[in-house]
């Protein structure tokens, strides 16, 4: 298995192309800034695209689905919870999806939007979670728009996320510091919002008093569309 991460600059985005070892591959949350990179990485390895993922409906950038359904004939996907008609299969909690021998799971992980997914994928002895806004390094996703809300998500992160095995590997949908993924062990030792009680954790959330993401406006209407702007 192979993954490739890479990094959007306006939104701090990272996208995931993970590819099997017979030259099929997904991509996770694709931006639609880096669709060229993608395409240039699909063609450099030559691999072809089978499925496209938003783990989410994004409000901080236009997803590149669209386009690379358009480009590569992939399938596109997102959780059934998702207001969208765009894709072409919508997931439900635990559906596993396969690309050759690599198995992805999704799960149902509500609270920073009610369509947010993770991915699980287990290939050989490695896990892998693509955690979308779910859970980052050290801190987790915003919980104020998009039917977010704290007490889903304390409940996704401790009911589902860290009862994972502890060596899985946390490839996050964004970071701000440059940290590129951590390990579930890691989270538990030096994430403070996972040490807070479900009180604590739903106050904190519900002061952080964040300003709206700059594309809110225009990336979620784009995003029900998989970002094609009629
Ligand atoms: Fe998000």
Same mark, same amino acid.
């Given at each position: 298995m192979i993954i490739k991460q890479f990094f959007d600059d306006d939104s701090s985005s990272y996208s995931y192309l993970v590819a099997s070892q017979r030259n099929n591959s997904f991509i996770i949350d694709p931006v639609k800034n880096n669709t060229k990179k993608y395409i240039d990485s699909l063609d450099k390895l030559s691999l072809k695209l089978t499925?496209?993922?938003?783990?989410?409906?994004?409000?901080?950038? $236009? @997803?590149?689905?669209?386009?690379?359904?358009?480009?590569?004939?992939?399938?596109?996907?997102?959780?059934?919870?998702?207001?969208?008609?765009?894709?072409?299969?919508?997931?439900?909690?635990?559906?596993? $999806? @396969?690309?050759d021998e690599i198995k992805i799971t999704a799960l149902y992980t509500p609270g920073h939007t009610d369509d947010s997914y993770c991915y699980l994928v287990n290939e050989e002895n490695d896990q892998i979670l693509f955690s979308g806004d779910t859970l980052l390094i050290g801190g987790n996703g915003r919980t104020d728009f998009q039917n977010g809300d704290p007490d889903d998500l304390f409940n996704s992160l401790h009911n589902i996320v860290l009862r994972l095995n502890d060596n899985t590997i946390i490839y996050p949908a964004h970071d701000y510091k440059g940290l590129k993924s951590s390990t579930i062990k890691e989270e538990k030792i030096h994430n403070k919002r996972l040490k807070m009680s479900k009180g604590e954790f739903i106050s904190h959330m519900n002061n952080l008093n964040l300003k709206e993401p700059n594309l809110i406006d225009t990336a979620i209407p784009a995003n029900q569309e998989c970002g094609i702007i009629k």
């Open positions: 499925f496209g993922f938003d783990t989410h409906l994004h409000a901080d950038h $236009i @997803t590149a689905l669209g386009e690379l359904r358009n480009i590569t004939n992939c399938e596109t996907i997102m959780g059934i919870q998702s207001d969208v008609d765009c894709v072409s299969k919508f997931v439900r909690n635990k559906e596993v $999806i @396969t690309v």
